[in-house]
C-alpha cells in the first residue's frame, strides 16, 4: 500500500520561499503521476500542479504559474514543490497525491488520484 508523506509546510512572510516534499515508503514512485493540491479554510480543494511518472510532463494552475516549480527525484523516492513569491492567498494545506494508471500523464483533477497524503500547513503572513 502507497503511503505519502508531505514536509515543508510552514509560516513564511509574503514574498518568502517553501520547499515541500512528498515522499513514499515501501513502494517505488517512479510509476506514479504525483499531484499537489491545496485547500485553504471554507474552500475547495484545487490542483495547484502536477507531473507525470517520467517528469516529462508538468502542469500548473493558474494562480501558481511561473511562481511554484515541481521536480521528482526518483532515485531519493521524492517529489517537490518549489513554491516561490508567495502570497497571503498561497494560505492552504497542502496535500501530494499519486496515480498509477495513466503512464506519461498528470492531471490536476482530485478524482484523479487514489493516494493521498495527509497534509502539510502552509501559512503565508507577515
Known amino acids: 500500500q502507497l503511503q505519502l508523506v508531505e514536509s515543508g509546510g510552514g509560516l513564511v512572510q509574503p514574498g518568502g520561499s517553501l520547499r515541500l516534499s512528498c515522499a513514499a515508503s515501501r513502494v517505488t514512485l517512479e510509476y506514479y503521476a504525483i499531484g499537489w493540491f491545496r485547500q485553504a479554510p471554507g474552500k475547495e480543494r484545487e490542483g495547484v500542479s502536477c507531473i507525470s511518472n517520467s517528469g516529462g510532463i508538468t502542469k500548473y494552475s493558474d494562480s501558481v504559474n511561473g511562481r511554484f516549480t515541481i521536480s521528482r527525484d526518483n532515485a531519493k523516492n521524492t517529489v517537490y514543490l518549489q513554491m516561490n513569491s508567495l502570497k497571503p492567498e498561497d494560505t492552504a494545506v497542502y496535500y501530494c497525491?499519486?496515480?498509477?494508471?495513466?503512464?506519461?500523464?498528470?492531471?490536476?483533477?482530485?478524482?484523479?488520484?487514489?493516494?493521498w497524503g495527509q497534509g502539510t500547513q502552509v501559512t503565508v503572513s507577515s
Open positions: 497525491a499519486a496515480d498509477r494508471r495513466r503512464p506519461g500523464y498528470c492531471s490536476l483533477q482530485n478524482g484523479n488520484y487514489n493516494y
